[in-house]
């Protein structure tokens, strides 16, 4: 298994292929660059205007490759040609993979939808990247979680990353009040946002390590967990099913740190 960088040539893509190289360090295992560039069915490969397409393709992916090793010399960097659309070769390639980075162009363009299509499908994390340099040194990985109904997987992933990265870990619970809320004695919104802080507590002390901060926050989720990455490194999301929810959808548009989307 290997950590999985999609290249197309943009500055997102570039940014995603530097940002995998130092995970596949940090994880220890080997980098896979890869373009997704679907051959005409009813062309051969001689004909021109294939051969062209297919050397800039091989050409990009030999310069992000060289970009790698020079870089990061002790680090294993392998090519490979997606002969499928980028979204179905990039989700297929993810069977073999420990962990996807893609491009993020925000919410316009292609690149942007290729990154959701793949975030919702494919088996694995899938980290997205913009092309702006990525944060260094100890800044926190940040996870969103629901302390009422926890996805283990999700947190797992952050707490890895954390501890992989030599970075403070940041769990942020989100909550809306109720509709009453304005209606509530003074006494009863306490108990009720003394029972949210408690439940992220409870869910933390199950598994001390690394430690982490819990951070539970009144406010729309998609704010909070924006509002919580403006410092972050790493912000880690969750999925279910083949499916991104307006949560998910909304953070990764507007966050400015690397997203990561995790299956639940």
Not at 7 to 12: I, K, L, N, Y
Not at 155 to 170: D, N, T, V
Request: glycine share 8%.
């Amino acid at each position: 298994m290997a950590v999985l960088a999609a290249v197309d040539g943009s500055p997102e893509s570039l940014a995603a292929a530097r940002w995998a190289a130092d995970e596949a360090l940090r994880r220890g295992t080997r980098l896979r660059l890869a373009y997704a560039w679907p051959r005409p069915q009813h062309t051969a490969p001689g004909l021109p205007g294939v051969s062209e397409v297919r050397g800039r393709a091989l050409g990009m992916l030999a310069e992000a490759a060289e970009w790698v090793r020079a870089n990061h010399p002790q680090l294993g960097v392998d090519t490979e040609l997606l002969h499928d659309h980028a979204p179905a070769g990039l989700t297929a390639a993810a069977e073999s993979a420990d962990l996807v980075a893609l491009g993020s162009a925000a919410c316009h363009g292609p690149l942007g939808s290729v990154g959701l299509t793949v975030a919702a499908h494919a088996p694995c994390p899938v980290v997205l990247v913009r092309a702006t340099p990525g944060t260094t040194g100890s800044r926190e990985v940040v996870v969103g979680v629901d302390a009422h109904d926890p996805a283990g997987a999700v947190l797992a992933f952050a707490r890895k990353a954390a501890m992989m990265a030599g970075a403070p870990l940041r769990v942020v619970h989100a909550w809306t009040p109720p509709a009453t809320w304005k209606a509530r004695s003074a006494t009863d919104r306490a108990l009720l946002a003394e029972a949210e802080e408690g439940a992220l507590v409870e869910l933390l002390v199950r598994d001390p390590e690394p430690i982490a901060v819990p951070d539970v926050r009144r406010a729309r989720p998609a704010d909070a967990l924006t509002d919580a990455a403006r410092s972050a490194g790493l912000l880690v999301l969750g999925r279910t099913g083949n499916h991104l929810g307006p949560v998910t959808r909304a953070v990764v548009h507007r966050a400015g740190c690397p997203v990561a989307v995790v299956p639940r």
